[in-house]
């Protein structure tokens, strides 16, 4: 606002034109400080925000980081679980062999999926295992040591029945 323009409005009297141009000298002061508040007030938002910005991505980061080792964490878990449950087995194995009298070597051959299918297996199998009775020779099969004359003629007619 100038002077002029207050002058083309009407208003001829310079101490009120100056009261009025003091006003309004005043009052843009006050918007210009209330502008550079907010001013101030948006560059400092700007920074928390950007601020912001920067630790959700630091957190985003971390948390995809976190993520993939929880991933490898449960496969390592998962094969950890498959070789204690191959242990145990082949401890369950082990032990119904000895218990039932199976050799130690054919352990590993026993199925079944729980302690009393893996036990009859093993009853079955020692059955067959069980060494068979050898029959006894009919005769002694040791030659015979014949003294004297005698001797000769029976050791004779043994070789002819053998004939």
Do not use: W
């Amino acid at each position: 606002m100038t002077r002029e323009f207050l002058r083309k409005l009407g208003i001829t009297d310079e101490s009120v034109i100056d009261k009025i141009l003091d006003e309004n000298s005043s009052d843009i002061g006050e918007i210009k400080s209330e502008k550079q508040k907010l001013k101030d007030q948006t560059d400092e938002l700007t920074k928390t925000n950007l601020s912001y910005k920067t630790k959700v991505a630091e957190l985003e980061k971390s948390l995809a980081e976190s993520k993939s080792g929880k991933e490898t964490t449960d496969s390592e878990m998962a094969s950890l679980k498959k070789e204690l449950d191959a242990y145990k087995a082949k401890d369950l194995k082990t032990r119904i062999a000895v218990e039932v009298g199976v050799p130690i070597q054919l352990a590993e051959k026993l199925t079944g999926e729980n302690e009393d299918a893996l036990r009859t297996d093993a009853e079955t199998l020692v059955k067959y295992l069980k060494p068979q009775e050898q029959e006894l020779p009919l005769r002694t099969t040791e030659p015979e040591v014949l003294v004297g004359t005698d001797g000769a003629y029976k050791q004779l007619l043994e070789n002819l029945k053998e004939k």
